[in-house]
């Protein structure tokens, strides 16, 4: 073979690698974006927006480019948040088993996570807690049988029976299904919204080690040097004008004709200030003097029309309306339409009760709160 079509097809290979190269390198960022928004999404418990955001991650990880065990795991967080987030709904599946529900799955995928964590306590702590919520859950949704279940599954489940600490957790899960005691302190030391907090802080310390934000940086250096350019450019466009303005000044002073009247009238723009007092000295007769005199000594009182709007308005601004503030009623058709409809339905929920003109932004900040406060799970 010649020499030179020897060359060209070494630069071709060699080209077509690099190509791949950047276009991994690319479909990595943009995953690890989108990776970064359903952390955002999970953090704040935006539950449609990070459905939305599920169904373009789960897209892109099927591009034959993406290789490596790092995107393996950020697969399998993502795949854990999404069971967690739906945990609270007994009627949603992951698995081929409609008995397995979304935190049952969850202990699945977060066994398999062991090794990204660096603190031991804390990946204790996370199974506990999905455990005993797996079983929580179906309690508070009344189902004691799939409660019960749930309790033999991770008996009968080899990979769970073996933990050290499954032992105490059965016994004390098996006294608050016999008892179905929902209010049981076990419970409450190791709610929901723990959990919530528990992987919160198991995702900070994962994104402290495998920084995923390089697309946000370039993203962010180029909008910052567009909006540097765009001042620069607003700058030249305005010097540009003033020098054009004041050339024309000139040119209408040089062409100034006469004029007969003035076109501005410049007292009226000018503040008090910079008015000349003056002094205006007038001859009164004996008669107006005494007139005015009286009048300063005796003030007129003031009209009833007068009067009367102003007892109009003091009434108005008595009866001004207090802010709302949220009623322990309020809070349970809040806590209940959550029960039924889940995280982010906030227009679901404002169909089914009457919340006094509150509007959905409203109930998530008073979600957020009722969570804040430990009062919901």
Partial sequence: ???????????????????????????????????????????????????????????????????????????????????????KQLDVHFDEDDSVMPLMSATIIWSKLKGTVADKSLFKNITILLVVQSVAVCLEKGQRCAASSALNWFGNNHEFSQLPMYKNVRVMLSTVVTNNDTCHPYLTSFSFSRLLETIQC???????KNPCDHLLKEATKMVQS????????????????????????????????????????????KPDSCKKPYVSVQRLSTKELSRRLSRRANPRPPSRTTSKKVMETSVIQKTRKPPQKWTPQLDK?????????????????????DFEGRTGTMLKDRWRVLLRTHKVG
């Fill in 226 to 269: 567009s909006q540097y350019n765009e001042s620069l450019e607003d700058g030249v466009t305005q010097n540009s004008s003033v020098l054009w303005e004041d050339k024309k000044n000139e040119t209408k002073c040089l062409r100034r004709k006469r004029q007969l009247f003035p076109t501005k009238i410049t007292d009226l723009w």
């Fill in 333 to 353: 058709y809040l806590m209940d339409g959550v029960k039924c409809h889940g995280q982010g339905k906030w227009s679901l929920i404002l169909k089914d009760f």
């Fill in 1 to 87: 073979m010649d020499p030179e079509q020897n060359n060209q097809t070494a630069a071709e290979t060699s080209s077509a690698a690099e190509d791949e190269a950047v276009t991994a390198v690319a479909t990595g960022w943009m995953l690890d974006f989108l990776f970064l928004s359903l952390c955002r999404s999970f953090k704040e418990a935006e539950l449609d927006e990070f459905n939305e955001k599920l169904s373009t991650f789960e897209s892109m990880c099927q591009c034959p480019s993406l290789k490596g065990d790092l995107h393996d795991e950020k697969m399998k967080i993502v795949a854990l948040l999404a069971r967690v987030m739906h945990g």
């Fill in 202 to 208: 198991y995702l900070d310390a994962f994104l402290e």
